[in-house]
Protein backbone atom coordinates (compact mmCIF):
# COMPACT_ATOMS: atom_id res chain seq x y z
CA UNK A 1 0.00 0.00 0.00
CA UNK A 2 1.80 2.88 -1.38
CA UNK A 3 -0.67 5.57 -0.07
CA UNK A 4 -0.81 7.24 -3.70
CA UNK A 5 -3.71 5.46 -5.99
CA UNK A 6 -4.53 5.83 -9.45
CA UNK A 7 -6.94 5.24 -11.36
CA UNK A 8 -7.34 3.94 -14.41
CA UNK A 9 -4.13 1.84 -14.73
CA UNK A 10 -4.01 1.17 -18.14
CA UNK A 11 -6.05 3.38 -20.63
CA UNK A 12 -6.37 2.78 -24.43
CA UNK A 13 -7.68 5.93 -26.50
CA UNK A 14 -7.95 7.03 -29.89
CA UNK A 15 -6.50 10.92 -30.57
CA UNK A 16 -10.04 12.34 -30.76
CA UNK A 17 -11.52 11.29 -27.00
CA UNK A 18 -11.26 13.10 -23.99
CA UNK A 19 -10.36 11.31 -20.93
CA UNK A 20 -9.13 12.03 -17.47
CA UNK A 21 -6.72 9.98 -15.18
CA UNK A 22 -6.81 10.36 -11.12
CA UNK A 23 -4.72 10.38 -8.75
CA UNK A 24 -5.64 9.95 -4.60
CA UNK A 25 -3.36 10.51 -1.80
CA UNK A 26 -3.80 9.28 1.67
CA UNK A 27 -0.64 10.84 3.31
CA UNK A 28 -2.00 14.14 4.24
CA UNK A 29 0.39 15.47 2.15
CA UNK A 30 -0.28 19.10 0.68
CA UNK A 31 1.71 18.85 -3.08
CA UNK A 32 1.15 16.85 -5.79
CA UNK A 33 3.57 16.52 -8.90
CA UNK A 34 2.46 14.73 -12.57
CA UNK A 35 5.14 12.79 -14.06
CA UNK A 36 5.26 11.27 -17.52
CA UNK A 37 7.54 8.41 -18.26
CA UNK A 38 8.74 6.94 -21.41
CA UNK A 39 10.61 4.03 -22.26
CA UNK A 40 14.44 4.42 -21.70
CA UNK A 41 13.70 8.20 -20.52
CA UNK A 42 14.02 9.92 -17.34
CA UNK A 43 10.79 10.55 -15.55
CA UNK A 44 9.77 14.09 -16.80
CA UNK A 45 7.82 16.47 -14.32
CA UNK A 46 4.86 18.12 -16.07
CA UNK A 47 2.99 19.72 -13.33
CA UNK A 48 3.26 20.34 -9.99
CA UNK A 49 0.54 21.44 -7.44
CA UNK A 50 2.02 23.18 -3.76
CA UNK A 51 -1.17 24.00 -1.21
CA UNK A 52 -3.87 23.16 -4.48
CA UNK A 53 -2.21 26.07 -6.62
CA UNK A 54 0.16 25.18 -9.60
CA UNK A 55 3.78 25.78 -9.30
CA UNK A 56 4.75 24.47 -12.01
CA UNK A 57 4.13 24.24 -15.76
CA UNK A 58 6.71 22.42 -16.89
CA UNK A 59 6.54 23.85 -20.95
CA UNK A 60 3.12 21.13 -21.11
CA UNK A 61 1.24 21.28 -24.71
CA UNK A 62 -2.04 22.58 -23.93
CA UNK A 63 -3.77 19.08 -24.90
CA UNK A 64 -2.67 18.33 -21.26
CA UNK A 65 -4.60 19.67 -18.46
CA UNK A 66 -4.30 19.44 -14.85
CA UNK A 67 -6.87 20.18 -11.81
CA UNK A 68 -6.38 19.75 -8.48
CA UNK A 69 -9.73 20.39 -6.22
CA UNK A 70 -8.27 19.50 -2.83
CA UNK A 71 -4.69 18.72 -1.59
CA UNK A 72 -6.28 15.00 -1.59
CA UNK A 73 -7.04 14.85 -5.59
CA UNK A 74 -5.50 15.61 -8.40
CA UNK A 75 -6.65 14.56 -11.99
CA UNK A 76 -5.40 15.08 -15.94
CA UNK A 77 -7.62 15.39 -18.53
CA UNK A 78 -6.46 14.25 -21.79
CA UNK A 79 -7.90 15.65 -25.23
CA UNK A 80 -6.63 15.10 -28.95
CA UNK A 81 -3.55 13.01 -27.43
CA UNK A 82 -0.72 12.36 -30.33
CA UNK A 83 0.62 8.35 -30.51
CA UNK A 84 3.77 10.33 -28.97
CA UNK A 85 2.31 10.56 -25.91
CA UNK A 86 1.87 7.09 -24.95
CA UNK A 87 3.93 6.51 -22.20
CA UNK A 88 3.40 5.52 -18.31
CA UNK A 89 1.99 8.47 -16.12
CA UNK A 90 2.77 8.94 -13.02
CA UNK A 91 1.63 10.95 -9.63
CA UNK A 92 3.37 11.78 -6.64
CA UNK A 93 2.53 13.48 -3.42
CA UNK A 94 4.98 15.11 -0.59
CA UNK A 95 4.59 17.26 2.36
CA UNK A 96 4.59 20.65 1.03
CA UNK A 97 7.78 21.82 2.96
CA UNK A 98 9.85 18.16 2.15
CA UNK A 99 9.20 18.12 -1.80
CA UNK A 100 12.05 15.80 -2.33
CA UNK A 101 10.06 13.28 -0.11
CA UNK A 102 7.89 12.26 -2.78
CA UNK A 103 5.77 9.28 -2.73
CA UNK A 104 4.81 7.94 -6.21
CA UNK A 105 1.39 6.18 -7.39
CA UNK A 106 2.28 2.74 -9.28
CA UNK A 107 1.21 4.68 -12.81
CA UNK A 108 -1.37 4.91 -15.16
CA UNK A 109 -0.05 3.32 -18.70
CA UNK A 110 -1.49 5.36 -21.71
CA UNK A 111 -1.45 4.30 -25.40
CA UNK A 112 -3.04 6.63 -27.81
CA UNK A 113 -3.99 5.13 -31.27
CA UNK B 1 20.66 22.90 -14.63
CA UNK B 2 21.54 19.19 -14.57
CA UNK B 3 22.86 16.28 -16.12
CA UNK B 4 22.08 12.81 -14.78
CA UNK B 5 24.41 9.38 -15.98
CA UNK B 6 23.27 6.04 -15.48
CA UNK B 7 24.00 3.02 -17.23
CA UNK B 8 20.92 1.83 -19.05
CA UNK B 9 21.33 -1.79 -18.15
CA UNK B 10 23.05 -4.44 -16.34
CA UNK B 11 22.89 -7.85 -15.98
CA UNK B 12 23.86 -9.93 -12.33
CA UNK B 13 23.64 -13.73 -10.91
CA UNK B 14 21.59 -14.23 -8.38
CA UNK B 15 23.64 -14.08 -5.08
CA UNK B 16 26.46 -12.25 -6.65
CA UNK B 17 27.06 -7.83 -5.50
CA UNK B 18 26.29 -5.24 -8.43
CA UNK B 19 27.68 -2.10 -8.14
CA UNK B 20 25.17 0.39 -10.79
CA UNK B 21 26.92 3.89 -10.74
CA UNK B 22 25.53 7.35 -11.53
CA UNK B 23 27.03 10.88 -12.36
CA UNK B 24 25.73 13.91 -12.25
CA UNK B 25 26.87 17.68 -12.84
CA UNK B 26 24.91 20.03 -11.16
CA UNK B 27 24.80 23.97 -10.41
CA UNK B 28 24.38 23.48 -6.80
CA UNK B 29 23.79 20.30 -4.76
CA UNK B 30 21.33 19.02 -2.02
CA UNK B 31 21.85 15.61 -1.65
CA UNK B 32 21.13 12.33 -3.88
CA UNK B 33 18.27 10.19 -4.11
CA UNK B 34 18.14 6.72 -5.39
CA UNK B 35 14.48 4.72 -6.20
CA UNK B 36 13.63 0.97 -7.41
CA UNK B 37 11.31 0.65 -9.49
CA UNK B 38 9.70 -2.61 -10.44
CA UNK B 39 8.07 -3.04 -14.44
CA UNK B 40 4.50 -1.62 -13.85
CA UNK B 41 4.84 -0.41 -10.33
CA UNK B 42 5.67 2.81 -8.51
CA UNK B 43 9.45 3.91 -7.85
CA UNK B 44 9.99 3.47 -4.34
CA UNK B 45 12.71 5.21 -1.95
CA UNK B 46 15.86 3.45 -1.09
CA UNK B 47 18.31 5.69 0.06
CA UNK B 48 19.45 9.74 0.48
CA UNK B 49 22.89 10.54 0.40
CA UNK B 50 24.42 14.30 1.28
CA UNK B 51 27.37 13.77 2.50
CA UNK B 52 30.31 11.83 1.05
CA UNK B 53 30.91 8.29 1.97
CA UNK B 54 29.32 4.82 2.01
CA UNK B 55 25.57 4.49 3.78
CA UNK B 56 24.98 1.02 5.02
CA UNK B 57 20.88 -0.28 4.50
CA UNK B 58 21.16 -4.50 4.59
CA UNK B 59 21.84 -5.19 1.47
CA UNK B 60 21.53 -2.11 -0.03
CA UNK B 61 24.65 0.93 0.17
CA UNK B 62 24.69 4.06 -1.86
CA UNK B 63 28.04 5.84 -1.53
CA UNK B 64 28.42 9.63 -2.62
CA UNK B 65 31.37 11.40 -3.63
CA UNK B 66 30.10 14.81 -3.95
CA UNK B 67 34.10 16.41 -5.54
CA UNK B 68 33.50 13.70 -8.29
CA UNK B 69 29.96 14.35 -9.27
CA UNK B 70 29.42 10.72 -8.00
CA UNK B 71 27.12 8.09 -6.56
CA UNK B 72 26.76 4.10 -6.53
CA UNK B 73 24.05 2.27 -5.23
CA UNK B 74 25.29 -1.60 -4.03
CA UNK B 75 23.72 -4.53 -4.14
CA UNK B 76 24.84 -7.62 -1.71
CA UNK B 77 23.35 -11.13 -1.84
CA UNK B 78 21.11 -10.88 -5.31
CA UNK B 79 17.68 -11.97 -4.98
CA UNK B 80 15.12 -12.95 -8.60
CA UNK B 81 13.31 -9.90 -6.73
CA UNK B 82 15.80 -7.14 -7.16
CA UNK B 83 15.11 -7.06 -11.15
CA UNK B 84 14.03 -3.94 -11.65
CA UNK B 85 15.04 -0.49 -12.28
CA UNK B 86 16.95 1.79 -10.06
CA UNK B 87 16.80 5.20 -11.01
CA UNK B 88 19.15 7.88 -9.66
CA UNK B 89 18.27 11.37 -8.72
CA UNK B 90 18.98 14.57 -7.70
CA UNK B 91 16.95 17.83 -6.48
CA UNK B 92 16.64 21.40 -8.24
CA UNK B 93 15.79 24.45 -7.45
CA UNK B 94 14.36 26.69 -10.52
CA UNK B 95 11.53 28.46 -11.30
CA UNK B 96 10.74 29.52 -7.26
CA UNK B 97 10.25 25.53 -6.68
CA UNK B 98 12.30 23.00 -5.47
CA UNK B 99 11.70 19.64 -7.33
CA UNK B 100 13.16 15.80 -8.40
CA UNK B 101 15.30 15.53 -11.27
CA UNK B 102 15.95 11.80 -12.24
CA UNK B 103 18.32 10.07 -14.69
CA UNK B 104 16.99 7.43 -17.25
CA UNK B 105 17.37 4.41 -14.42
CA UNK B 106 19.45 1.16 -15.10
CA UNK B 107 17.24 -1.94 -15.23
CA UNK B 108 18.99 -4.42 -13.50
CA UNK B 109 18.07 -8.40 -14.46
CA UNK B 110 18.94 -10.90 -11.84
CA UNK B 111 19.20 -14.32 -13.41
CA UNK B 112 19.62 -17.67 -10.98
Known amino acids: ETGVTQTPRHLVMGMTNKKSLKCEQHLGHNAMYWYKQSAKKPLELMFV???????ENNSVPSRFSPECPNSSHLFLHLHTLQPEDSALYLCASSPQDLPYEQYFGPGTRLTVT | GQNIDQPTEMTATEGAIVQINCTYQTSGFNGLFWYQQHAGEAPTFLSY????GLEEKGRFSSFLSRSKGYSYLLLKELQMKDSASYLC?????????????FGAGTRLAVHP
Open chain 2, 49 to 52: NVLD
Open chain 2, 89 to 101: AVPEFSGGYNKLI
Open chain 1, 49 to 55: YSLEERV
